[in-house]
C-alpha cells in the first residue's frame, strides 16, 4: 500500500512543479502533448520545425517526466503561439537533460515562419490521465 502512495504522490508531484522546468508543451489534450515552448529571458517563445525530430523530441519528453516520444510534428500541428521563436535547427544529440542545451542557430536567429512551428507528442498523456484520477480519489 505504501509503494502504491508514494507512486500517486510522485506523479502528482511531477505536476504541481511543473514551473520549474523551462520547457512546455501547450494546445494539445495534455500536458505531454502539444507545441513545444522554451522559456528563455523570462519569455517563452516556439521552435521551428526545420530538423525537428524524434531525437529532439525525445529530450523534451524526458524532460517533462513524459516518457518516449510518439510524433515530432511542424508545421504548428497545435497551433502557432505568440511570442518569438526560439530556436531553429535543433540538433539535439538525445544525451541532454533539457531542449536548452540542445544545439541550434542560436536564440531568436531565426527566419522562421510561425506557421511552421514544432510540436511533440509524448507517451505520458496515460499518466496525465491517472494522475487526473488520484486527484480526484486522495
Ligand atoms: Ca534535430
Not at 530556436?87 to 544545439?103: F, H, I, P, Q, R
Not at 541550434?104 to 510561425?114: I, Q
Request: proline share 1%.
Amino acid at each position: 500500500y505504501a509503494n502504491k502512495l508514494l507512486f500517486w504522490m510522485r506523479l502528482i508531484a511531477i505536476n504541481r512543479f511543473d514551473n520549474s522546468v523551462n520547457v512546455r508543451l501547450v494546445g494539445g489534450h495534455s500536458r505531454c502533448a502539444g507545441r513545444v515552448e522554451v522559456l528563455h529571458r523570462g519569455q517563452w517563445g516556439t521552435v521551428c520545425d526545420d530538423w525537428w525530430d524524434l531525437v529532439d523530441a525525445a529530450v523534451v519528453c524526458r524532460e517533462l517526466d513524459c516518457g518516449e516520444p510518439v510524433d515530432a510534428l511542424g508545421d504548428a500541428h497545435f497551433g502557432s503561439g505568440t511570442g518569438p521563436i526560439w530556436m531553429s535547427y535543433v540538433m539535439c544529440t538525445g544525451s541532454e537533460s533539457t531542449l536548452k542545451n540542445c544545439g541550434s542557430s542560436g536564440w531568436g536567429k531565426t527566419h522562421c515562419l510561425h506557421s511552421k512551428v514544432s510540436g511533440v507528442i509524448c507517451s505520458g498523456e496515460l499518466f496525465q490521465i491517472t494522475t487526473s484520477l488520484s486527484n480526484i480519489f486522495l
